[in-house]
């Protein structure tokens, strides 16, 4: 596998390059002066903004602010990660790219991913050819027909059909035991779960999973770069749950990805704006009305990354919810979690449907022309939705209701980052409640200092299976995937000495010859997901792993207490992994700076890991007043300690999670353990 371009590398190629040519190729450049001049490519305008100068080799529009090197530009306006933008600049300078030497696990990694890549896409090559030739194809195409898609449409978003059968694609793609564990890897398959247990249950070279989609519709999931990555699937039947996307995979998180953001970027040169809506057919019946700039969350509250992800390709989002109660929560949500990431620039509206509308009907009620007026006549800007939505039921022209107001509405706006637009909503909130604004700035410290004195006192940990309420799905958005849907049956026998075993089944019945499947099974980052910590110096804010991250990036030195990082570059999980080539980088400059290693990263791992490594970086590491110490003394914030305390917690959800595997394993064994599985059990009955 390939393994980075050396950053020397970048340096000469962008020094030998000359930016003029490199533009002047796709854009017509004009001489001005001393610099040159054309119509910006990322944005319409009749009066030329855009300048390219030869002596800082650098782009800029004044009209945009779109700006960078030969490099910066070949990524945006051929739309190239930084690797291939890299390769393609020196092509065109006849330089052969070298590559940095990978250490084995990273190689392992890069050809295990590169091994999914491929597996999924020949799944969505499958999915699509059943579509047209499965004798069950003319129902699913019926139902997109009723749903008003055409066939240029579902052919463009690579839509597809899962026939119904327990190993189709098993049959397909799985022509081994190996080929068929990449496929449960890649979130395609599911293990039975008689074949979890013993050596007797396991036969060397047979497959032991079934297909995890079957009879649906399929909607592949893409990547920026345009690959398939994961699988949502529509029922055709009436099973449930209706919607199902796939679970998260090494190379799938649902919390950094957009469907139909890639389809988006394809049919616009320019995004002048993104409309987030919440399911698969809210975006595919938007494109079929020539609505081509819908994006939609995977199954998942909006959060902060799919925010940064949107606004990286538009300065405006539109976020177009259902209008009932769940469409307002979902609203609120993407709210708040869209204020961090308000710059000065940028555009947020939020149009609420009439309930009992979503985008796919309306727009077939109405078309796209009038769907398209609706939202620049009736798409709330965020300060008038932010605001109305926290003075419902409050009257303030009423003293108390005007101090409700500003108590709720102040600490969201101390999420705003410091600029214009934060001054500018501080002065809408004084002009609706008659405050000054230094009197807003003291609400917001007193309920800092509130939210601080609630975090020293001792917190109780939660029940880790308890389902949190949530809101009711609506149809088409896919299901959560690993929530159960009803509880297992009590263990017999030493299990029952255990509290708070979690399992999950189906709602219908495979043959005789597959058990049950057992999606709910915990794993290792669920387990750390629902930790609480306790921690010696203050109340973190971070998960354990991205904690980890941020405290290197603030202290560097840290990195040199990780002996061997095997484990987390083995890990599954994508920040455990992160945490792991930083250290290896730390290790190998330790003189790096957090500005030294940014530009290292950024220029190594390209914008996403950039930008979460920056976002950490802000972070604020620990929060609230300190917590009593030993002997009644408060200790002081230590780095090294929180470091340690982080390591720690991730033991400890090992652990629990080896406990669970030993308990499902005496499950599906009868009580029948070895001798040195009877020793592990002992020794977690003593703890």
Same mark, same amino acid.
């Given at each position: 596998?390939?393994? /980075?371009?050396?950053?020397?590398?970048?340096?000469?190629?962008?020094?030998?390059?000359?930016?003029?040519?490199?533009?002047?190729?796709?854009? /017509?450049?004009?001489?001005?002066?001393?610099?040159?001049?054309?119509?910006c490519?990322?944005?319409?305008?009749?009066?030329?903004?855009?300048?390219?100068?030869?002596?800082?080799?650098?782009?800029?529009?004044?009209?945009?602010?779109?700006?960078?090197?030969?490099?910066?530009?070949?990524?945006?306006?051929?739309?190239l990660?930084?690797?291939?933008?890299?390769?393609?600049?020196?092509?065109?300078?006849?330089?052969?790219?070298?590559?940095?030497?990978?250490?084995?696990?990273?190689?392992?990694? %890069?050809?295990?991913s590169?091994?999914?890549?491929?597996?999924?896409?020949?799944?969505?090559?499958?999915?699509?050819?059943?579509? /047209?030739?499965?004798?069950?194809?003319?129902?699913?195409i019926?139902?997109?027909?009723?749903?008003?898609?055409?066939?240029?449409?579902?052919?463009?978003?690579?839509i597809?059909?899962?026939?119904?059968?327990?190993?189709?694609?098993?049959?397909?793609?799985?022509?081994? &035991?190996?080929?068929?564990?990449?496929?449960?890897?890649?979130?395609?398959?599911?293990?039975?779960?008689?074949s979890?247990?013993?050596?007797?249950?396991?036969?060397?070279?047979?497959?032991?999973?079934?297909?995890?989609?079957?009879?649906?519709?399929?909607?592949?999931?893409?990547?920026?770069?345009?690959?398939? #990555?994961?699988?949502?699937?529509?029922?055709?039947?009436?099973?449930?749950?209706?919607? =199902?996307?796939?679970?998260?995979?090494?190379?799938?998180?649902?919390?950094?990805?957009?469907?139909?953001?890639?389809?988006?970027?394809?049919?616009?040169?320019?995004?002048?704006?993104?409309?987030?809506?919440?399911?698969?057919?809210?975006?595919?019946?938007?494109?079929?009305?020539? #609505?081509?700039?819908?994006?939609?969350?995977?199954?998942?509250?909006?959060?902060?990354?799919?925010?940064? @992800?949107?606004?990286r390709?538009?300065?405006?989002?539109?976020?177009?919810?259902d209008? !009932?109660?769940?469409?307002?929560?979902?609203?609120?949500?993407?709210?708040?979690?869209?204020?961090?990431?308000?710059?000065?620039?940028?555009?947020?509206?939020?149009?609420?449907?009439?309930? $009992?509308?979503?985008? !796919?009907?309306?727009?077939?009620?109405?078309g796209?022309?009038?769907?398209?007026?609706?939202?620049?006549?009736?798409?709330?800007?965020?300060?008038?939705?932010?605001?109305? *939505?926290?003075?419902?039921?409050?009257?303030?022209?009423?003293?108390?209701?005007?101090?409700?107001?500003?108590?709720?509405?102040?600490?969201?706006?101390? @999420?705003?980052?410091?600029?214009v637009?934060r001054? =500018?909503?501080?002065?809408?909130?004084?002009?609706?409640?008659?405050?000054?604004?230094?009197?807003?700035?003291e609400?917001?410290?007193?309920?800092?200092?509130?939210? +601080?004195? =609630?975090?020293? %006192?001792?917190?109780?940990?939660?029940q880790?299976?308890?389902?949190?309420?949530?809101?009711?799905?609506?149809?088409?958005?896919?299901?959560?995937?690993?929530?159960?849907?009803?509880?297992?049956?009590?263990?017999?026998? &030493?299990?029952?000495?255990?509290?708070?075993?979690?399992?999950?089944?189906?709602?219908?019945?495979?043959?005789?010859?597959? !058990?049950?499947?057992?999606? $709910?099974?915990?794993?290792?980052?669920?387990?750390?997901?629902?930790?609480?910590?306790?921690?010696?110096?203050?109340?973190?804010?971070?998960?354990a792993?991205?904690?980890?991250?941020?405290?290197?990036?603030?202290?560097?030195?840290?990195?040199?207490?990780?002996?061997?990082?095997?484990?987390?570059?083995?890990s599954?999980?994508?920040?455990?992994?992160?945490? +792991?080539?930083?250290?290896?980088?730390?290790?190998?400059?330790?003189?790096?700076? @957090?500005?030294?290693?940014?530009?290292?990263?950024?220029?190594?791992?390209? &914008?996403?890991?950039f930008?979460?490594?920056?976002?950490?970086?802000?972070?604020?590491?620990?929060?609230?007043?300190?917590?009593l110490? #030993?002997?009644?003394?408060?200790?002081?914030?230590?780095?090294?300690?929180?470091?340690?305390?982080? @390591?720690?917690?991730? !033991?400890?959800?090992?652990?629990?999670?080896? /406990?669970?595997?030993?308990?499902? %394993?005496?499950?599906?064994?009868?009580?029948? *353990?070895?001798?040195?599985?009877?020793?592990?059990?002992?020794?977690?009955?003593?703890?």
């Amino acid at each position: 596998m390939a393994g /980075k371009i050396p950053q020397y590398f970048i340096d000469d190629l962008l020094a030998r390059a000359d930016i003029v040519p490199v533009v002047d190729s796709r854009v /017509k450049l004009r001489k001005t002066g001393k610099n040159y001049s054309a119509c910006c490519p990322f944005h319409d305008e009749k009066t030329p903004s855009f300048t390219v100068s030869p002596d800082k080799q650098f782009y800029y529009c004044f009209g945009c602010g779109a700006s960078g090197n030969a490099v910066g530009f070949l990524m945006e306006y051929d739309r190239l990660p930084f690797p291939e933008a890299v390769e393609k600049l020196a092509a065109s300078l006849s330089l052969e790219v070298p590559r940095e030497q990978l250490a084995p696990g990273q190689v392992k990694r %890069q050809q295990e991913s590169q091994n999914l890549y491929q597996l999924t896409e020949k799944a969505a090559e499958y999915y699509r050819a059943q579509l /047209k030739d499965h004798q069950v194809a003319a129902r699913a195409i019926t139902y997109l027909k009723n749903r008003g898609l055409s066939g240029a449409i579902a052919k463009e978003f690579g839509i597809g059909l899962a026939p119904p059968g327990w190993d189709n694609l098993l049959n397909q793609l799985a022509t081994s &035991a190996e080929k068929a564990d990449q496929l449960e890897r890649a979130g395609l398959a599911i293990r039975r779960q008689d074949s979890d247990g013993g050596q007797g249950k396991q036969e060397p070279g047979r497959r032991h999973h079934y297909d995890r989609f079957r009879n649906r519709i399929m909607f592949p999931i893409r990547d920026q770069r345009g690959r398939t #990555i994961a699988f949502g699937g529509r029922v055709l039947g009436d099973d449930k749950p209706k919607y =199902l996307n796939s679970p998260e995979t090494p190379i799938f998180h649902k919390g950094r990805e957009l469907y139909g953001l890639w389809e988006a970027r394809q049919a616009n040169r320019e995004l002048k704006r993104l409309i987030v809506v919440e399911g698969y057919m809210d975006v595919v019946a938007l494109a079929q009305y020539d #609505i081509r700039c819908a994006v939609a969350t995977l199954g998942t509250a909006c959060g902060e990354d799919h925010i940064q @992800l949107a606004f990286r390709h538009t300065q405006e989002l539109v976020f177009c919810f259902d209008g !009932d109660q769940a469409g307002r929560t979902a609203a609120r949500r993407a709210l708040e979690a869209a204020l961090p990431q308000m710059q000065d620039g940028r555009s947020l509206r939020f149009l609420l449907l009439p309930e $009992g509308e979503d985008p !796919d009907t309306l727009v077939r009620q109405i078309g796209g022309e009038r769907f398209d007026q609706l939202i620049d006549e009736q798409g709330r800007p965020l300060e008038d939705f932010m605001f109305d *939505l926290l003075g419902e039921g409050i009257n303030v022209q009423t003293m108390d209701g005007r101090a409700r107001l500003s108590k709720a509405a102040a600490p969201l706006l101390d @999420l705003l980052p410091a600029g214009v637009y934060r001054q =500018l909503m501080f002065q809408q909130l004084a002009r609706r409640t008659g405050l000054e604004q230094d009197m807003l700035e003291e609400i917001i410290a007193t309920e800092k200092a509130r939210t +601080a004195k =609630l975090a020293q %006192q001792p917190v109780q940990p939660p029940q880790l299976h308890k389902q949190p309420h949530e809101r009711p799905a609506r149809s088409d958005v896919p299901a959560e995937q690993h929530q159960p849907t009803s509880a297992p049956p009590p263990m017999p026998g &030493a299990a029952d000495e255990y509290e708070g075993y979690e399992g999950g089944y189906q709602d219908f019945a495979p043959p005789a010859d597959y !058990d049950y499947p057992d999606e $709910g099974q915990p794993t290792a980052e669920s387990e750390r997901s629902h930790q609480v910590p306790t921690r010696r110096s203050g109340q973190y804010r971070l998960p354990a792993e991205r904690m980890l991250i941020a405290l290197l990036l603030h202290h560097p030195q840290l990195a040199q207490l990780i002996d061997d990082d095997t484990r987390f570059r083995n890990s599954a999980d994508a920040d455990l992994q992160l945490f +792991a080539e930083l250290v290896e980088v730390l290790k190998t400059r330790p003189e790096y700076n @957090l500005n030294q290693l940014l530009g290292h990263w950024r220029a190594h791992h390209g &914008a996403d890991s950039f930008d979460t490594l920056a976002k950490l970086a802000n972070s604020q590491l620990v929060t609230g007043a300190r917590m009593l110490a #030993i002997n009644g003394q408060y200790q002081e914030y230590d780095p090294q300690t929180e470091f340690c305390d982080c @390591l720690r917690s991730l !033991d400890q959800a090992t652990e629990k999670l080896r /406990k669970r595997e030993l308990l499902d %394993q005496l499950r599906s064994t009868g009580n029948q *353990l070895g001798e040195e599985q009877l020793a592990l059990l002992a020794q977690f009955r003593r703890k």
